[in-house]
């Protein structure tokens, strides 16, 4: 088990859906999570004192995950070292587009990580490679995954040139 863990944040509980496949995955690799409701916004305080406490908490990777502009992942950065993971969530009638740019333009000296709309399985894997750099039973499970998708596009790819069409 690595010895860090993963905080999985979220702005609302309308949130879970979208983020349940991070758990899902950072569990199959064995990874400690817990996960918490914080608002950018609501509760910020709440938010900043989580944040500043994390590396002591025995966190190695925050993921936050938002929808419209609420922009909880950079409110996290800014009160941490850590690496944190941003989840743009399709919540609006923008269709995520304005959770993605909230996320990704950050000013300089706050970087936030920025994964796709509703890309909660690849934040979760970049969060277990983050982790990987110091545990290297972390990193064999990393590469049996990348080892087994590669086999099922060669399948994928046998089975169309079978295929007639």
């Known amino acids: 088990m690595p010895a860090k863990k993963v905080a999985i ?3 609302s509980d ?3 859906p979208a983020v349940a ?8 690799l064995g990874i400690p999570v817990e996960a918490h409701i914080f608002s950018a916004h609501r509760t910020p305080a709440a938010a900043a004192e989580f944040s500043k406490g994390a590396r002591s908490n025995g966190f190695g990777v925050i993921i936050a ?3 419209k502009a609420a922009h909880l992942a950079g409110a996290l950065a800014a009160h941490t070292t850590l690496p944190v993971i941003g989840i743009p969530i399709k919540s609006s009638t923008l269709d995520g587009l304005d959770a993605l740019l909230s996320t990704v333009q950050m000013p300089s000296g706050i970087p936030v990580a920025t994964v796709a709309i509703d890309g909660a399985d690849n934040a979760a894997l ?7 750099v110091e545990d290297s039973e972390l990193a064999g499970k990393l590469q049996e995954l990348k080892d087994a998708m590669g086999r099922a596009a060669a399948e994928k790819d046998g089975a169309l040139q079978d295929r007639k069409w």
């Open 126 to 132: 970049l969060a277990a490679q983050i982790l990987a």
């Open 14 to 16: 309308s949130d879970i």
């Open 21 to 28: 496949p991070a758990k899902k995955r950072l569990d199959s």
């Open 9 to 11: 944040i979220m702005g």
């Open 65 to 67: 995950a938002a929808g």
